[in-house]
T-cell receptor, first 111, second 112 residues
């Protein structure tokens, strides 16, 4: 699986958009980009995933650059409950293809 | 919706004892993954099972073993426990779809 690079930590004001970047310059054509988050000692929670196109769901938006070498997770209106470690992971689709967690970005939403 | 169930939630063991952690996947999920997360660390992949067969192995110590049963639940067996085994152990399950997989709430193992 391709390695990813994320900032170690970020702050965001409550109510503002949180933009979390991720570099995955060695991603291959059939690898997806996944985002998970972990709120203090809880199990990692799926947020969103994408292959080429930008994606949006009720939690977040995922913007993937045209060359697929980087992506940005956007939380449109951050709340205090969004304070967590956010992991950007690339992996092949399918059973048995486990997620390898990197360091992640520790996001702190400030009141 | 049903989630991944792990038991027990907390477990305290002494050094050199054994421990068994259980994981009940989401119904119709055929793949189970085990992760270990030490204090202040990121989750580390241990082992996975697909249709009751081991599908991949990560950084699982030889003192640990795991299996997936006919009802798809999985057990992680840990022997000769060491202080360094104190960690959160997460189980996740998937159906092989592109949506990734769902994690349980974890078992916190403390070895004293």
């Amino acid at each position: 699986d391709a390695k990813t690079t994320q900032p170690t930590s970020m702050d965001c004001a409550e109510g503002r958009a949180a933009n979390l970047p991720c570099n995955h310059s060695t991603i291959s054509g059939n690898e997806y980009v996944y985002w998970y988050r972990q709120i203090h000692s809880q199990g990692p929670q799926y947020i969103i995933h994408g292959l080429k196109n930008n994606e949006t769901n009720e939690m977040a938006s995922l913007i993937i650059t045209e060359d697929r070498k980087s992506s940005t997770l956007i939380l449109p209106h951050a709340t205090l409950r969004d304070t967590a470690v956010y992991y950007c992971i690339v992996r092949l689709r399918g059973a048995g293809n486990q997620f390898y967690f990197g360091t992640g970005t520790s996001l702190t939403v400030i009141p | 919706a049903a989630g991944v169930i792990q038991s027990p939630r907390h477990l305290i063991k002494e050094k050199r004892e054994t421990a068994t952690l259980k994981c009940y996947p989401i119904p119709r999920h055929d793949t189970v993954y085990w992760y270990q997360q030490g204090p202040g660390q990121d989750p580390q992949f241990l082992i996975s099972f697909y249709e009751k067969m081991q599908s991949d192995k990560g950084s699982i110590p030889d003192r640990f073993s795991a299996q997936q049963f006919s009802d798809y639940h999985s057990e992680l067996n840990m022997s000769s426990l060491e202080l360094g085994d104190s960690a959160l152990y997460f189980c996740a399950s998937s159906s092989g779809s592109v949506y990734g997989y769902t994690f349980g709430s974890g078992t916190r193992l403390t070895v004293v």
